[in-house]
T-cell receptor, first 112, second 114 residues
Framework: ELKVEQNPLFLSMQEGKNYTIYCNYS?????LYWYRQDPGKSLESLFVLLSNGAVKQEGRLMASLDTKARLSTLHITAAVHDLSATYFCAVDKETSGSRLTFGEGTQLTVNP | IAGITQAPTSQILAAGRRMTLRCTQDMRHNAMYWYRQDLGLGLRLIHY???????GKGEVPDGYSVSRANTDDFPLTLASAVPSQTSVYFCASRRTGTAHLPLHFGNGTRLTVT
């Protein structure tokens, strides 16, 4: 059974600071996804990581994938209040019928 | 605007009642999914469909059923609602195959079973 764990689950940080969210998964995986969810809203796709060493960046967010360590990171650079949201990682495998398994989510609060 | 439409947006339902959550997409995606979201548990897959005419069970299928009569629609039915089914339900879809594409999500249905 594929398990996905995120760390930390809650993160409160000051504007301008850097931080990293970690996503560990239990078995070898073909694909890793990051999503953002604002309170009371739907999920929005941020990144798709497809291979070992893959790195994607969008604004102040950068995601990376290490398939050997079964670890993905979402790095936040110089946080701003608008980044406050819940961030989910998700993993799927071809053998699972293309079903995504989600982590618990990391609730990020960026304080002025 | 292309996307996924879920209905209703929210519902309060008495325990024991039957309820169908509707989901329609206009992107011609072959795969569709139903997830439930509960605080501290992330999103858990209820049922999925890789193509019209086929369905499969996810992580938490008990008490739910689905059908996929055509590409666009994927309704989720609670035959006899129980309070533990109080949750936010998200329908999602994507095109599978050679491209590794992310899921598109609907806006969710907030269901309260009393």
């Amino acid at each position: 059974e594929l398990k996905v764990e995120q760390n930390p689950l809650f993160l409160s940080m000051q504007e301008g600071k850097n931080y990293t969210i970690y996503c560990n998964y239990s078995t070898t995986s073909d694909r890793l996804y990051w999503y953002r969810q604002d309170p009371g809203k739907s999920l929005e796709s941020l990144f798709v990581l497809l291979s070992n060493g893959a790195v994607k960046q969008e604004g102040r967010l950068m995601a990376s994938l290490d398939t050997k360590a079964r670890l993905s990171t979402l790095h936040i650079t110089a946080a701003v209040h608008d980044l406050s949201a819940t961030y989910f990682c998700a993993v799927d495998k071809e053998t699972s019928g293309s079903r995504l398994t989600f982590g618990e989510g990391t609730q990020l609060t960026v304080n002025p | 605007i292309a996307g996924i439409t879920q209905a209703p947006t929210s519902q309060i339902l008495a325990a024991g009642r039957r309820m169908t959550l509707r989901c329609t997409q206009d992107m011609r995606h072959n795969a569709m999914y139903w997830y439930r979201q509960d605080l501290g548990l992330g999103l858990r897959l209820i049922h999925y469909s890789n193509t019209a005419g086929t369905t499969g069970k996810g992580e938490v299928p008990d008490g739910y059923s689905v059908s996929r009569a055509n590409t666009d629609d994927f309704p989720l039915t609670l035959a006899s609602a129980v309070p533990s089914q109080t949750s936010v339900y998200f329908c999602a879809s994507r095109r599978t195959g050679t491209a590794h594409l992310p899921l598109h999500f609907g806006n969710g249905t907030r269901l309260t079973v009393t």
